[in-house]
């Protein structure tokens, strides 16, 4: 099989009986083996090749669904019953959950062979992947760069031929910013629209999980299959549609699509982005400027409500029923303070002080509720601009994978990474990056925004311009 | 000096679902430790609350109860501090916006008089496991079967004056809460707890002094003697000189005084924020319509509908304040239609059995259709009410009807009133001394006749009947 093969061509050869699933769990294993991005975590070869023998039984029997068969990973922080979940820190080095995460249960019913766990940073903190504990990722197009983060080991293993798809969360752009920096087509659905139930919690109202492939195809496919209301999680949608039940649909003609102006200075892929315009022009849509005038607000706003959520959602690492434990503890407080001393990176501690410095009596009003205040502002804004647009046209990032290292002593410029990201997130919007050219060798990726739960619409625009540009076939291996 | 305490309470009731607020897990009393705690009770990675219906619904009862407005919008947020029973780190609780908003219950105190106790409000929240400091030597246990268990906690106004109160208060919440079902109201295993805050001032005054908190008081008897304690330690630190202290205290029963837990050095800062796990409550108007139209009969109508029963404020207080009790008096008076007979078998002969024997009265032997039989047959002459004690102890020990007990016990009164006046007769002839006395003024000795005869007759005279027939004998 083709290297870099789309979950619809592995599905036209399964059904072909070209190969079976075994054979091409097999082979991904193999690859996986030799992989030098440091992608994985966790490689389940036996749980793969159980599951596509699994699989096999069921095509033969005719029960299978469009996706059985088709391998997968999963990003650590989806918790996968009998299967370590790490999420990426020494804090979960030796966890089992006892549970699948509603989304890893979905994809299995629908007889996906699940490789393994992919490298993330430590709690979905990081726009680098640098913050894993189990090592930094290298980008499959350039190693000594960055994939992005946090769902870079997702990214990488794509983007490497490691596995067709990846899940990755997206809480500011851990899925959209990764795909960009790799060249792939990543989806960050509509918060609530994929159950957040086993996905180990960063900031609860912002998190949201969603699909990693080459194509927008392959990521409608995947959606599909993950969306949906959950009774165990209490803000997802109650909704009665399922993104792309029956493929992505046929676009509406002639839409507006608008180009915030905020988003359009000192950018470095300016001239892919102009491209892009052109592109979807050609396809008959028309283009407008829109205003978001509380964008300069959005990553302070968004630092203080994430770290405010995460410095309680990680109180429960504290040593006393799972995770990591120093040793010996002398008291109550030696046990936490080493047991979190000890369990948790650098990054992951600066987010819990200053999510608890935000929560804080005397400093509640000024940070965390005003924050609040501005996320609705920011939410307005996105909510007017789709007054008298359908779509958005965006930069992903403000230009391609960086060096490792390059931003590592300075966490603000690191955080500014995400500053075309994480507007989206606070409005709960769906948003989705597909490549849209190079820039100094290395991938770069556009972000296509909408109304909540228009994920239809920016798959098929995103369907429609990969239908006529050739930038998400792209392979590192063709490129080196 | 004369010095005025101001106490408001804090109970906690533990509402009565089958499973927790925020999980499936069960609720009940007494399994192993953490046999009932799930992966949502051991707060791990990635799991999510769902809220329990039944706790809300057992909410707006309660507030409808003590005439609150229902907030149809409340929010749960979360309590953030470390501590080894409180699996998550935080504790979700309603801290800016309660279900239960303003109300007020009655409170009947001994001397006979009510009074109107404000309450703030009432709100949600999960509650958080045991440590267990006794099971392994130098270590300490979790069980977290409590962890989610839901609760209720009923925050009163700083209306109440003396701890007689303050345990009266208790009492009614007590009642309450098991009229309304929502709480099996058991102290012993901690179904109800309440904190108390107690402050002194100069009588006459009308600021506030410092406060100090006791926690966690499981019986009406421990809330009157803590808060007494308290009392008078504020008024002893306060005249020779001192301050009180704001700060959280535990009673001793043992030692029977409070002593300081933690002080306001260390006051906690729980950073209280809206859970992002759960939305906000929105509660339609028709469900708490529903909810008010299938309301039970509240302790306060019942207590009056006895009233005008005929019985005493005090018998309708005792009968109308064990929901058990009251229904189990309602079907005696239902079939007896005697409110004052039915008052006294129940609260005297039964009251005295059931006390005697530890018996809950839902697990009486004797049921209510029995001794309304037994009534009927008082109330027309056919038992005395020495017989009827008889037959009350048949039925207690034995199965059987009444009427037929009365036949095979030989129980009924002597109809026959020549029979009667025959034993009469003979006793008066038997003790001529004693009725020449009686006959010279000496009424008193009307009663010795009268035991006498009933004594010949086994019980079985009407010893009203006999008093007449004494009397038109001299």
């Known amino acids: ?480 | 000096m004369s010095w005025e305490p101001v106490i408001g309470l804090e109970v906690h009731v533990q509402l009565a679902t089958r499973s927790k607020i925020f999980s499936g897990a069960s609720t009940a009393f007494g399994a192993e430790p953490n046999a009932q705690a799930c992966a949502v009770d051991l707060g791990l990675p990635g799991v999510l609350p769902v809220l329990n219906e039944d706790v809300v619904r057992m909410a707006i009862k309660f507030g409808l109860a003590i005439g609150a407005e229902i907030n149809l919008d409340s929010i749960f947020d979360r309590k953030n501090y470390f501590y080894p029973d409180l699996p998550k780190g935080y504790q979700i609780s309603q801290f800016q916006t309660p279900v239960v908003g303003r109300g007020s219950i009655t409170v009947h105190l001994d001397d006979g008089t009510t009074r109107e106790v404000g309450i703030t409000r009432a709100h949600l929240e999960e509650d958080a496991g045991k440590s267990v400091h006794d099971m392994f030597p130098g270590q300490t246990g979790i069980d977290l079967n409590r962890t989610g268990t839901p609760l209720l906690e009923v925050v009163s106004e700083p209306d109440l004056r003396t701890a007689a109160e303050a345990a009266a208060y208790f009492r009614q919440m007590h009642t309450l809460v098991r009229y309304l079902k929502i709480c099996d109201g058991n102290l012993a295993e901690g179904s109800m707890r309440c904190d108390a805050n107690v402050s002194v001032r100069p009588a006459g005054s009308n600021d506030l002094g410092e406060r100090t908190e006791i926690k966690n008081i499981n019986s009406f008897r421990f809330v009157e003697r803590a808060i007494n304690f308290e009392i008078e330690r504020h008024i002893d630190v306060l005249e020779s000189g001192g301050t009180i202290e704001r700060e959280t205290r535990q009673y001793d029963p043992d030692r029977d005084e409070t002593r300081p837990m933690r002080g306001k050095e260390e006051s906690e800062d729980y950073r209280y924020f809206p859970d992002p796990d759960l939305l906000p409550l929105s509660i339609d108007q028709a469900f708490v319509d529903a909810i008010a139209a299938d309301m039970p009969e509240l302790p306060e109508a019942r207590r009056s509908r006895y009233r005008e029963a005929g019985l005493s404020d005090y018998d309708a207080g005792w009968l109308a304040d064990d929901p058990d009790v009251a229904t189990y008096f309602d079907a005696v008076l239902v079939q007896s239609g005697d409110a004052k007979q039915s008052a006294n078998w129940v609260m005297g002969e039964l009251a005295a059995h059931l006390n005697k024997a530890e018996t809950d009265i839902s697990a009486a032997p004797v049921t209510p259709d029995q001794l309304s039989q037994l009534i009927a047959r008082v109330v027309d002459g056919t038992l005395s009410s020495k017989t009827a004690k008889t037959l009350f102890e048949a039925l207690w020990q034995q199965e059987g009807e009444v009427d037929a007990l009365i036949d095979s016990l030989g129980l009924a009164q002597m109809s026959d009133s020549g029979e009667l006046e025959r034993i009469v007769d003979e006793v008066l002839a038997a003790n001529p001394g004693q009725l020449e006395e009686l006959k010279s003024g000496k009424d008193k000795l009307l009663g010795f006749f009268v035991g006498q005869v009933m004594k010949a007759t086994q019980g079985k005279a009407n010893p009203q009947q006999v008093n007449e027939l004494i009397r038109a004998k001299l």
């Open chain 1, 1 to 480: 099989m083709e290297r870099h093969a789309t979950l619809a061509e592995l599905r036209r050869a399964l059904d072909n009986g070209d190969l079976s699933a075994i054979e091409l769990t097999r082979d991904y294993l193999t690859r996986i083996a030799d992989d030098s991005t440091n992608a994985f975590i966790n490689v389940d070869e036996e749980g793969a090749l159980a599951a596509a023998a699994a699989a096999d039984e069921r095509l033969a029997s005719g029960d299978g669904t469009p996706l059985t068969g088709l391998p997968l990973a999963h990003k650590d922080i989806f918790c996968t019953r009998g299967l370590a979940t790490t999420c990426g820190s020494r804090m979960l080095e030796n966890f089992v959950a006892p549970y699948d995460a509603t989304v890893v249960a979905r994809l299995k019913d629908a007889g996906v062979v699940n490789l393994g766990k992919t490298n993330m940073d430590e709690f979905a903190m990081g726009s680098s992947n640098e913050n894993s504990y189990f090592g930094a990722v290298a980008n499959p197009w350039r190693e000594s760069h960055v994939p992005g983060g946090s769902s870079g080991g997702s990214a990488a293993a794509v983007a490497a031929g490691l596995t067709p798809a990846a899940t990755g969360t997206d809480t500011g752009g851990s899925i959209r910013q990764p795909a960009s920096f790799c060249g792939i087509t990543g989806l960050k659905p509509t918060y609530g629209r994929v159950s957040r139930y086993g996905m180990v919690a960063f900031a609860s109202s912002l998190d949201q999980g969603g699909p990693m492939a080459h194509n927008a195809e392959d990521v409608a496919l995947l959606v599909s299959a993950m969306a949906g209301f959950d009774r165990r999680d209490s803000t997802s949608a109650e909704r009665e549609d399922t993104p792309c039940s029956n493929g992505i649909p046929a676009t509406p003609e002639k839409l507006r699509i608008g180009l915030p102006r905020e988003y359009y200075h000192n950018l470095d892929i300016a001239a892919e982005l102009d491209a892009v315009r052109a592109s979807l022009e050609n396809l008959g849509h028309t283009f407008v400027d829109v205003n978001l005038p509380h964008t300069e607000a959005a990553v302070p706003t968004y630092y203080v409500i994430a770290g405010a959520e995460a410095s309680t959602n990680l109180s429960r690492f504290d040593g006393v029923r799972f995770g990591h434990r120093c040793e010996n503890p002398e008291s109550l407080e030696d046990l936490y303070d080493r047991s979190r001393s000890e369990g948790f990176g650098e990054e992951v501690k600066r987010r819990i002080l200053t999510g608890t410095y935000a929560l804080s009596v005397g400093y509640f009003d000024a940070y965390y509720l005003q924050a609040q205040k501005i996320r609705r502002l920011i939410a307005n804004d996105f909510a007017s601009a789709f007054e008298d647009v359908d779509v958005l046209l965006a930069p992903t990032a403000p230009g391609p994978a960086f060096e490792r290292g390059a931003l590592t002593k300075d966490p603000v410029a690191m955080y500014q990474q995400d500053i075309f990201t994480v507007p989206v997130s606070l409005a709960g919007l769906p948003a989705l990056s597909m490549p849209c050219g190079f820039v100094d060798g290395l991938p770069v990726g556009a972000q296509l925004v909408a109304a909540p739960f228009q994920e239809e619409l920016i798959l098929g625009v995103a369907r429609d311009y990969q239908n006529v540009t050739d930038w998400h076939t792209r392979t590192p291996e063709a490129a080196q």
